[in-house]
Structure formats: structure tokens, C-alpha cells
């Protein structure tokens, strides 16, 4: 069945519900500190379908896919790079199974681990990395690409490229900010949320966002930040289950399904289009969040 895209479907629904975090519940399955997640899409393969469902049946019409750490320099870390297309792929026909033909999947690219800064990695080795991910996360049957948890400009502006260069799907780009002594947010690299929106836009980006890093409640000031720049650009949030307590080597998280629920409606007024759920959420925060915006 053919689905209009997240854009146009955001013209006539709005707003829609993501997914929540995928660590989270695979640890849930077994998924051990240290181990690749993304290595279940061949080896564990039903743990995996099993959580985009789980999102599915919990309300969520956007799912995305066990593919952050996807890029070859992050599986180089367990001997998996030369694995990477057929790793990416499995991850979106594993979520296009659990979504079916009424839900978007979303094509998750998470950050490298490498610095451009430091010369660690050249423009193009880092093009070349997202470009072999994307393509093959299309050709699993994704809906969009979204490039999120970014914290350099530069490095976002290649995985966007790369997508929109080599895909024939829209692009969503999101960064993590942190609040300043000041109480400004800023990314690791020190950009404000407007610049690096503006920056993704010039790119190419079609939706524009931040993720992790912060629960709904600082989200809030994060998103109208955005939305006053950027008045009739759809934004995606995916918040954090609050901010994380460590206790005893576990990081452990403030918010509850009921808290997020709450201030979910504020955050729409706020501005976000698309609303989920990242570190420490599972289906119950977004069957939560669900009912709070859509009823």
C-alpha cells in the first residue's frame, strides 16, 4: 500500500506519535552491556521485529530501526563493518514487517564517533559511510532517514547530503542539546538550536528536530525556540523519560509515563509535529503519550 509521506501526512494529522527508545527494550530482551545491538538484526532477529510491534500495538505511527550505530566506523568496533549493508538492511525490513502498511519507518543514523576536528576522519570517508548506510536502510523498505543525536554541523550536513544525494526518501535531522549555566541549549559543539536547524534546512532536510538529552520539560523551551524561527517547518522530539540519576552504576530516569504524558500537549502548543520518546521510554510512555495528544 502506498503511504503519503510524514510531510503531507502532517498536513491533515497533526501531530503524530513516534516510537521510544530501542536500548531500552532490547536490554529488556537480553541485549548485554557492551554487545552490539545492531548485530541482533541477523542474530536475534524476532527480539528486534518484536520491539518495532511492541511501539506499533502501543499507538506509535512512526517506528524507527535497530540501525543508530550503523555506519561501518561504529561496527568497526566489533568486527562487523564489512557486515554494515547487510546489518542496515535487516534493520528496516524487521521494522517494515512490524509497521505494516499504515505506519512510517524511520531510518535511524546516529553519529559516528569520529571528529572532524581532530582529523580523525575526512569529509568524504565520512560521506561515503552514511551514503553505504542510507542506501542500504532504503532498500529495506524505509519511509525516511533521520539523522539524530548530532552534535557537529558538519557531520550532520554530510549524513543529510548523503541521503538526500543517494535516497529517493525525505530527510529528518536532529540534534542533542544541553542547557548552559546561562540556561541556553547548546550542542557539545557549542551550536544553538536555530543555526544548526537553519544549517540542516540549507542542506536539504525536510523535518527538522532534537532528541535525547533532555525530557519534555526543557524540550518545551527547545521546540518554540525553533518553532519561532521556523514557523511552518514540521518538528520532530523525541525526549528523554526526564534526566538520568546514576545509582549504583544504572542510570535510572525522573519522568514517568504519567509526567511525560502531562506535559505532552504543552509541548505540541510548543511547536513539535512529531512526538516520541528516546532514552529510558518504552511502550508504555508512548501509550501514555498517545492518549494525552491524540485521544
Not at 39 to 47: A, G
Not at 56 to 74: H, L, P, Q, Y
Request: aromatic letters at 6%; charged letters at 20%; glycine letters at 10%.
Amino acid at each position: 500500500m502506498s503511504r503519503p509521506t510524514i510531510g503531507n501526512a502532517l498536513t491533515e494529522k497533526s501531530p503524530l506519535v513516534s516510537d521510544g527508545a530501542w536500548g531500552t527494550v532490547l536490554q529488556s530482551a537480553g541485549l548485554k552491556p557492551g554487545e552490539c545491538p545492531e548485530l541482533w538484526n541477523l542474530t536475534r532477529p524476532q527480539e528486534v521485529y518484536r520491539v518495532g510491534l511492541q511501539y506499533i500495538e502501543a499507538g506509535a505511527d512512526i517506528v524507527g530501526t535497530n540501525s543508530f550505530g550503523g555506519t561501518r566506523f561504529k561496527l568497526a568496533h566489533y568486527g562487523a563493518e564489512e557486515q554494515c549493508p547487510e546489518i542496515n538492511e535487516a534493520a528496516a525490513r524487521l521494522s517494515r514487517q512490524a509497521a505494516g502498511d499504515h505506519h512510517w519507518v524511520l531510518g535511524s543514523v546516529g553519529p559516528t564517533g569520529k571528529m572532524l576536528l581532530m582529523g580523525d576522519v575526512s569529509e568524504q570517508q565520512l560521506y561515503d559511510a552514511f551514503r553505504e548506510q542510507v542506501v542500504a536502510l532504503e532498500r529495506g523498505g524505509v519511509d525516511a532517514i533521520c539523522v539524530e543525536t548530532m552534535s557537529d554541523i558538519e557531520e550532520a550536513r554530510l549524513a543529510v547530503r548523503a541521503a538526500k544525494e543517494h535516497t529517493s526518501l525525505e530527510v529528518i535531522a536532529t540534534f542533542t542539546f544541553e542547557r548552559t549555566l546561562k540556561g541556553e541549549y547548546r550542542t557539545m559543539m557549542g551550536v544553538a538550536p536555530v543555526p544548526a536547524c537553519e544549517a540542516m534546512l540549507d542542506t536539504g532536510a525536510d523535518i527538522i528536530g532534537t532528541n535525547c538529552g533532555n525530557g519534555f520539560e526543557r524540550m518545551i523551551d527547545i521546540v518554540g525556540e525553533i518553532r519561532r524561527a521556523f514557523p511552518e517547518t514540521p518538528i520532530l522530539v523525541h525526549a528523554n523519560a526526564g534526566l538520568p540519576v546514576n545509582e549504583d552504576g544504572v542510570d535510572r530516569y525522573s519522568d514517568t509515563p504519567e509526567i511525560m504524558a502531562a506535559l505532552a500537549p504543552q509541548l505540541v502548543s510548543a511547536g513539535a509535529s512529531i512526538v516520541g520518546g528516546c532514552c529510558g521510554t518504552n511502550p508504555d510512555y508512548i501509550r501514555a503519550i498517545r492518549r494525552a495528544i491524540r485521544g
